[in-house]
């Protein structure tokens, strides 16, 4: 199912601005959620996690807010870089270990 | 340590046809699970096994399967194909030990004509 969605299909950044990615979820018993970065040809790889009983979490470069009072997720991408190019995904833990993914999000960094 | 691994890469089959993937997990997890991606319906989740065992289920038809074997390897399998089969078929891993963080590897491009 499609419990967890992204905002916007595309997103065009500038290299060295910052990038927010928007997701919206819609089972609120989800109590963990990823965002992966998946490059063409490849798996998705783990960008960075977040359990509900959090609202930030900070890794390299890349922070994830949750707000659970609406249901979003984001993630923020700082000094965006060519290599970010890619599609990024949300995904919320349905229920021990079964994940839900987003229809994903393509990243295009401009020059 | 070796990521997760797949074969085949890639796959042409015939419909009705029957296929077979293999997914080799991380070493030392013990759970594998199965994805689906298409460019309509996105990453869908098929199944996960843990010891051997399906411990949970998405919402396809009988006609994909799995099993894991005592070593962790999982196989999938799809009998009777469709050309609404054709996807990248991913396997991902996880410990299962307190974390959900799934691993997944570079997947398999089936196309069905």
């Known amino acids: 199912g499609e419990s967890v969605g992204l905002h916007l299909p595309t997103l065009s950044v500038q290299e060295g601005d910052n990038s927010i990615i928007n997701c919206a979820y819609s089972?609120?018993?989800?109590?963990?959620f990823i965002w992966y970065k998946q490059e063409s040809g490849k798996g998705p790889q783990f960008i960075i996690d977040i359990r509900s009983n959090m609202d930030k979490r900070q890794g390299q470069r890349v922070t994830v807010l949750l707000n659970k009072t609406v249901k979003h997720l984001s993630l923020q991408i700082a000094a965006t870089q060519p290599g970010d190019s890619a599609v990024y995904f949300c995904?919320?833990?349905?229920?021990?270990?079964?994940?839900?993914f987003g229809a994903g999000t393509t990243v295009t960094v401009r020059a | 340590k070796a990521g997760v691994t797949q074969t085949p890469r890639y796959l042409i089959k015939t419909r009705g046809q029957q296929v077979t993937l293999s997914c080799s997990p991380i070493?030392?997890?013990?759970?594998v699970s199965w994805y689906q991606q298409t460019p309509g319906q996105g990453l869908q989740f098929l199944f996960e096994?843990?010891?051997?065992?399906?411990?949970n289920k998405g919402n396809f038809p009988g006609r994909f399967s799995g099993r894991q074997f005592s070593n962790s390897r999982s196989e999938m399998n799809v009998s009777t194909l469709e050309l609404g089969d054709s996807a990248l078929y991913l396997c991902a891993s996880t410990s299962r030990q307190g974390s959900y963080e799934q691993y997944f590897g570079p997947g398999t491009r089936l196309t069905v004509t």
């Open positions: 995904a919320e833990n349905l229920s021990d270990y079964k994940l839900s």
């Open positions: 089972n609120s018993a989800s109590d963990y």
């Open positions: 070493s030392g997890h013990r759970s």
């Open positions: 096994y843990f010891s051997e065992t399906q411990r």
